[in-house]
């Protein structure tokens, strides 16, 4: 996935009250960012972290720019949560998922379980229909391992039961994992951080839910899902 429009280079400051993040331009402009993460962005709140922005020229925004990618690690990482339902729309498209190619439609934001919204609804007159939800990845603490969630995620908790639930009824489901960054080889769930999602994944898996986790390549100018990483439980 291309960016509109090439990113602006800037240092990061800090972060807070989840969606504020203040940087510095090349220039010495002083600014705030909108910062798309809900999460605790562990090992991405380093002040003096090269830092990458999209500017928007919608003069709705209170904020024109967004924080899409910091350097951490020696390379390149996604923190916007929004962008992996676009790269995986993306990728679906193109068929680089093999597991979830070949669908004859797919649908998004498809209301199911208790009052959730799955991610993508896959759906074929011969295969059936597979509920596919998504799930940002950028947090690396031990090198080459991937882990999710950075904080406690009840939401993806739930979400996983309501995977097995679909699974229970017939149908395919699978949890997908973007990771963000180019340096991980491996995924796990982040058992220390939220044992209830760590213990949800498993649980899901022995119900039937595939895991699948996918690295991308990430640029200045894009972000693409491009290998497959293999999950440890």
């Not at 504020?20 to 220039?27: E, G, Q, R, W």
């Amino acid at each position: 996935m291309d960016f509109p429009a090439p990113l602006v280079p800037a240092t990061f400051v800090r972060r807070y009250k989840r969606f504020f993040a203040d940087v510095v331009l090349a220039d010495g402009t002083e600014l705030t960012a909108h910062c798309p993460n809900p999460g605790a962005m562990l090992g991405l709140n380093t002040p003096g972290l090269p830092a990458w922005l999209s500017v928007s020229d919608n003069p709705k925004r209170k904020l024109s720019h967004t924080l899409e990618l910091l350097e951490a690690d020696g390379g390149l990482v996604g923190i916007n949560t929004l962008l992996p339902n676009r790269l995986v729309a993306e990728a679906l498209e193109a068929g680089t998922i093999p597991e979830l190619a070949g669908y004859a439609s797919v649908r998004r934001e498809v209301k199911y379980g208790k009052a959730s919204r799955v991610d993508f609804l896959l759906e074929d007159p011969v295969r059936g229909r597979c509920w596919l939800e998504v799930k940002n990845v950028h947090l690396m603490r031990t090198p080459g391992l991937a882990e999710f969630p950075d904080c406690v995620a009840a939401r993806s908790t739930r979400h996983l039961e309501e995977l097995a639930d679909q699974v229970t009824a017939g149908d395919r489901a699978v949890a997908l994992f973007v990771v963000q960054r180019t340096d991980c080889e491996a995924f796990s769930a982040c058992a220390d951080l939220d044992p209830a999602f760590a213990r949800g994944l498993e649980a899901a898996a022995e119900a039937g839910v595939e895991v699948m986790a996918w690295a991308c390549e990430v640029h200045p100018g894009e972000v693409t899902i491009r290998r497959a990483l293999p999950w440890r439980p």
